[in-house]
């Protein structure tokens, strides 16, 4: 197959680099093409002498960058091409910014944008202001960004920071693992190895663990009671008034209630809990 791509200088030679435009083809369905180009890692191009070649080859990561047109009429984004001497088969080797473009990065910036009707998505990165961030603005509609970690054995997904860790969501946050929670504040000040004053929780199908010096409750002021002790203490007053007797006519004789009394014995499980401990 002969290309003839480019323009004809003197002697009749090709131009061996040229700018061509992403363009579709009259044949085929887009959807259909464009799906073909990324699996291939070709596209075709309009070039500026009016000639089309179809599915040239095109260096797979820049098929990240290109553009391709909304009709066939339209042309797509400018490309850079070489072409391989021996078979006179141009190659698209980059995109060109059109005139109308205009570059928001400075110095040191590294940054990848796409655009699509009203959605934008950009990745950018600074060692000189030492900061990256990953953005996803999906218009109208709703958004979406996943991290995933797979594999046939368990993985790990880490996040480290020198500082602060923030998440902010205008609804919901949702965590959901399949078995515990765990996290823990240590105290920077304690001698290394003395974990005496670390805060923990953990979580497990069916169970909570704290593990802390103090747990305090919407800045609550009044100490929490101890279950059992406090059921200890309730039965063994009421035992000792219920033993109680008084002074009548006829000798000592027991309160007349106290039958009454001993009966709330039996009520003093009612308020020990069966879902909260506590050992202090």
Known sequence: MTYTLGRTPVFDLKYTVGIAYVALPTDVKREDYIRDCYRNFTVSVWGEDGSFMNRLPVAPELMNHLEFPAEASQLGSPVVYVTEQSQSLPIVIARFPLASEVGDAQEWDYKISRTY??????????????????????????????????????????????????CQATESTAFEQQQAFRTTTTDRSAPEGDDSNDARFEQYPGEHHFKNKRFIINKGEEPMVLGKKLKGFLSDLIDEISKATVTTAIGQQPLLNAAQIAAFKKRTDEFVSIVGFINE
Do not use: C, R, W, Y
Not at 120 to 148: E, Y
Not at 153 to 163: E, I, M, N, T, V
């Open 117 to 166: 009707d009203d959605a934008h998505m950009d990745f950018f990165g600074s060692p000189k202001t030492g900061s990256m961030m990953l953005s996803v603005d999906a218009g109208k509609k709703a958004g979406a960004m996943m991290l995933k970690v797979n594999g046939e054995q368990d993985g790990q997904l880490s996040l480290a920071a020198k500082g602060s860790i923030s």
